[in-house]
Nanobody
Framework: QVQLVESGGGLVQAGDSLRLSCAASGGTFSSYAMGWFRQAPGKGREFVSAISNRGRSTEYADSVKGRFTISRDNAKNTVYLQMNSLKPEDTAVYYC?????????????????WGQGTQVTVSS
């Protein structure tokens, strides 16, 4: 009964920034590792970033390393993805995911709960 709701997506130009938010309810947020994944048209869902339950460890896909930053505020039951220097190849639906058991992970198969997704479109 975990619910995740993403927000913050939109249409921006290359080089611009966005901050995505994911609000969680219906579970013990502070015990969950959280991740961000994205899916472009005609492609599979790919890992973007993940953060451990206490926020002490993070992981990033090579394609976003140095540009994106994941963070969380357990008091607000919210995880964030700050996206800077956006590129057209970042265009995708971005999904928030929660792992109810285990620690930080980059494998999509290890996440149990998913949000509805938020569209990010980066124009040239």
């Amino acid at each position: 009964q975990v619910q995740l709701v993403e927000s913050g997506g939109g249409l921006v130009q290359a080089g611009d920034s966005l901050r995505l938010s994911c609000a969680a309810s219906g579970g013990t947020f502070s015990s969950y590792a959280m991740g961000w994944f994205r899916q472009a048209p005609g492609k599979g869902r790919e890992f973007v970033s993940a953060i451990s339950n206490r926020g002490r460890s993070t992981e990033y896909a090579d394609s976003v390393k140095g540009r994106f930053t994941i963070s969380r505020d357990n008091a607000k039951n919210t995880v964030y993805l700050q996206m800077n220097s956006l590129k057209p190849e970042d265009t995708a639906v971005y999904y928030c995911a929660a792992r109810s058991r285990g620690g930080i992970a980059v494998d999509v198969r290890l996440y149990d709960y998913w949000g509805q997704g938020t569209q990010v479109t980066v124009s040239s």
